[in-house]
């Protein structure tokens, strides 16, 4: 079983930076992809970002040059590091883990779900 627990959400301005974090626990042999999802009120859940085992990573097109994604392999944390942000960035940010190893942005691939942490960008 694989548990994953988020934090570091927050308030933030326009323009402004936050990290969100999420705590991996579990045999990390049964989590080879890890990726980050958001969604806004009256909105589908969206694939942000992804990471697997291997170091690469993928980040959806309205985040590219802004948001990084990494892993602490070490501390079994997932990492989202968010700059200039935007108020569209207003969401609660959903930590994933999949069985498989893959790149993919939906929320198919991925088996174990985190509680959420919502990020708030006001302008």
């Known amino acids: 079983q694989v548990r994953l627990v988020e934090s570091g959400g927050g308030s933030v301005q326009a323009g402004g930076s936050l990290r969100v974090s999420c705590l991996v626990s579990?045999?990390?042999?049964?989590?080879?992809?890890l990726g980050w999802f958001r969604q806004a009120p009256g909105k589908e859940r969206e694939g942000v970002a992804a990471?697997?085992?291997?170091?690469?990573?993928a980040l959806t097109d309205s985040v590219k040059g802004r948001f990084t994604i990494s892993r602490d392999n070490a501390k079994n944390t997932l990492h989202l590091q968010m700059n200039n942000l935007k108020p569209e960035d207003t969401a609660m940010y959903y930590c994933?883990?999949?069985?498989?190893?893959?790149?993919?942005?939906?929320?198919?691939?991925?088996?174990?779900w985190g509680q959420g942490t919502q990020v708030t960008v006001s302008s």
């Open positions: 994933a883990a999949g069985r498989r190893l893959g790149l993919y942005l939906v929320a198919d691939w991925y088996n174990y």
């Open positions: 579990g045999d990390p042999r049964n989590y080879l992809s």
């Open positions: 990471i697997d085992s291997n170091g690469r990573s």
